[in-house]
Each structure stands twice: as structure tokens, then as C-alpha cells.
């Protein structure tokens, strides 16, 4: 198997619409959190959870500063 390319917030926003991508990422999010306790290591599944929650804020954020 080779290593995943690891994924990145810029690439993904050139890819997708907002939409897609904030979907994207809340649907990891879901993927993740379902599977804690159930498959891999605990503490390794947080750590997916949260840098998928981070990059999530990062597309948000910008969104919602201009909303304010």
C-alpha cells in the first residue's frame, strides 16, 4: 500500500464548491466519530475528528467574518 497524499484545505477549495467542501469535511467528521471505540485506536480517531474539525473552522471562519 502506498501513503495517502495528505489532503490539503487549499487544494480541496480549488476543487469544490463551498458547499462540497464544507460537506466534505463534515462527512469525515460523521465517519470518524461513528468508528470511535469501534475500529483503530481511540485516542488516533480523536486526533482524525479533531484536525477535520479544524480544517472545517478554517473554511467557515473566513465565511463567517464576512457575514458579521
Known amino acids: 500500500l502506498h501513503d495517502a497524499l495528505p489532503i490539503s484545505n487549499e487544494l480541496m477549495s480549488d476543487l469544490m464548491s ?3 467542501h464544507e460537506g466534505f469535511l463534515w462527512g469525515n467528521i ?17 486526533k482524525k475528528i479533531r484536525k477535520y474539525c479544524d480544517m472545517l473552522l478554517e473554511v467557515l471562519e473566513p465565511k463567517n467574518e464576512l457575514e458579521d
Open 18 to 20: 463551498f458547499e462540497q
Open 30 to 46: 460523521i465517519k470518524y466519530a461513528y468508528r470511535y471505540g469501534n475500529k483503530g485506536e481511540k485516542a488516533e480517531t480523536v
